[in-house]
């Protein structure tokens, strides 16, 4: 069993599961290092998934780390949150020792920083491609197209099932927790939903994403009438796209790259079940 105290150099700390009301301070640990997630992101987040956090002797929360189950085979692992000097202390390896000991033998995927990357690498996690965050105020508004529509509540299982596709594994709940706090577009093709793009509020602003479609070109067309009702709003989009025309677009919009992560993966990858893409991250907790 793991100790849920322990001493890191002269800190004398405690680890405890994540609970809702850790939320401020876990809305302040955030802050600390610049992400900018609300009070709500938090409690979203809490909703889809489990975590522990660790507490110094004065109740101080310090770090901080989260896992979202897909199903039986896949997990993720998200919000790992460290001071520098704790990091290096520890605290983020004792943490998530509790994270995969809760999360057992599913391949686990992962969205690591900079910061996080060798503390990643050194729990055999193996690099995948590069995630790209893009962000900014939509100052230059796109050409509305007309092939996409609305979601309604009567796609929403059509959606499920496509996002599963693209993904490689099922994760019905997170979805559908995220279609009940967004707005989305889908594209039909001869009755059937080939591509989706849902929006909500995020952060500074909105996130878009999940977008899942069959291409560049049909990614596009689902997220230009949704920036369209954006203008001077605060947009964020996470893409695995390095070059493309869908990258030239969302920056001729004002979403400009500003940073970049590594997706990684320790077990084997899930196998997407067709041709449909992930053009868009849900988040890099969530994938």
């Known amino acids: 069993m793991l100790s849920k105290d322990k001493l890191l150099n002269e800190y004398e700390v405690k680890i405890a599961k994540m609970q ?3 939320i401020p301070k876990l809305h302040e640990l955030s802050l600390s290092v610049r992400w900018p997630h609300r009070d709500a992101d938090w409690a979203e987040l809490l909703k889809l998934g489990e975590g522990f956090v660790i507490h110094d002797l004065i109740g101080r929360l310090v770090s ?5 189950s897909y199903d039986e085979n896949f997990a993720s692992v998200g919000m790992g949150i460290s001071s520098p000097r704790l990091q290096a202390l520890g605290a983020g390896r004792w943490l998530a020792e509790h994270v995969q000991n809760q999360i057992g033998n599913r391949n686990v995927l992962l969205v690591a920083t900079r910061d996080s990357l060798p503390l990643c690498l050194s729990l055999d996690f193996k690099v995948i491609q590069n995630v790209y965050h893009h962000n900014g105020y ?17 796609d929403h299982d059509e959606i499920k099932q496509l996002d599963n596709a693209a993904m490689g594994f099922s994760r019905d709940e997170i979805i559908s927790q995220l279609l009940a706090n967004s707005q989305g577009r889908l594209i039909r093709h ?3 939903i080939t ?18 479609a069959k291409s560049q070109e049909q990614a596009i067309e689902l997220v230009s ?8 709003e605060f947009v964020r989009i996470d893409t695995y796209l390095d070059s493309g025309v869908f990258k030239d677009f969302i920056k001729s ?14 077990g084997n990858l899930p196998i997407p079940k067709s041709d449909i893409h ?5 988040s890099q907790a969530l994938g």
């Open 20 to 22: 809702l009301n850790d």
């Open 64 to 68: 901080s780390m989260m896992w979202f």
């Open 138 to 154: 939509v100052k230059h508004l796109p050409s509305t197209s007309r092939c996409s529509e609305e979601i309604q509540v009567l």
């Open 190 to 192: 001869n009755g059937e």
């Open 195 to 212: 591509g989706f793009a849902l929006c909500r509020k995020f952060g500074r602003g909105y996130v878009i994403g999940p977008i899942i």
């Open 225 to 232: 009438p949704i920036l369209n009702n954006l203008k001077d």
């Open 253 to 266: 919009t004002g979403l400009n790259l500003h940073e970049t992560a590594t997706k990684m993966a320790r």
């Open 278 to 282: 992930t053009i868009g991250l849900a």
